[in-house]
């Protein structure tokens, strides 16, 4: 008896793995970038040299659209919208490209979040203390959020909310860099 018991507990030990990977074997891994270069707005009266409040102040910059051509991408692999089993935000990173003296001195702390039609605001991105002398800023993602409702859709938007200690320069230029990880299944 005790032979057809350990028989039977080393056959599960050698199966278990085996059927757990049998699940991982119609996964597809595939990652989409995004790019987009957009202009920093112009502060109210930055012109005459308004000063900041102490501590700076809070600003939220305009949604700035992308398109998910997320049709293209699921053709290219072979597989829609209905296997597709998780999406995550692995990499956003800011970028300054213009003017060339511009770094992110400017900025505090930066929050992103991303929207899409019939789906509410949420937090991506984030970069909480903001080192000086940085022209490139990479942010943490948030890692715990299924975005497969907004990588369907025809549009996400990104939403750049600041604390700012001081004005950026007129004419600052960012480019939005990011890196969508999606995870199909052809078996679902």
Not at 90 to 111: C, E, M, R, W, Y
Request: proline letters at 4%.
């Amino acid at each position: 008896m005790n032979k057809i018991i350990s028989v039977a507990m080393i056959a599960i030990i050698f199966l278990l793995p085996g059927c757990i990977k049998v699940g991982q074997i119609g996964n597809i891994n595939f990652n989409v970038p995004y790019s987009q270069q957009v202009d920093v707005p112009q502060v109210a009266d930055d012109s005459f040299g308004t000063a900041l409040p102490a501590g700076g102040i809070s600003i939220g910059l305009p949604a700035v659209g992308f398109a998910t051509n997320s049709g293209q991408y699921l053709v290219t692999y072979n597989t829609s919208a209905s296997k597709i089993t998780t999406v995550d935000l692995k990499s956003l990173s800011l970028q300054i490209l213009a003017p060339a003296t511009q770094n992110f001195d400017f900025l505090d702390s930066v929050q992103v979040y991303i929207s899409a039609q019939d789906q509410p605001k949420m937090l991506v991105a984030y970069q909480y203390s903001v080192a000086k002398g940085l022209t490139t800023l990479s942010m943490n993602t948030v890692t715990d959020v299924n975005l497969k409702n907004y990588f369907i859709q025809d549009t996400i938007y990104f939403r750049i909310n600041t604390h700012v200690n001081a004005i950026p320069a007129t004419g600052t230029q960012l480019n939005i860099a990011s890196s969508f990880h999606v995870l199909a299944n052809l078996l679902n």
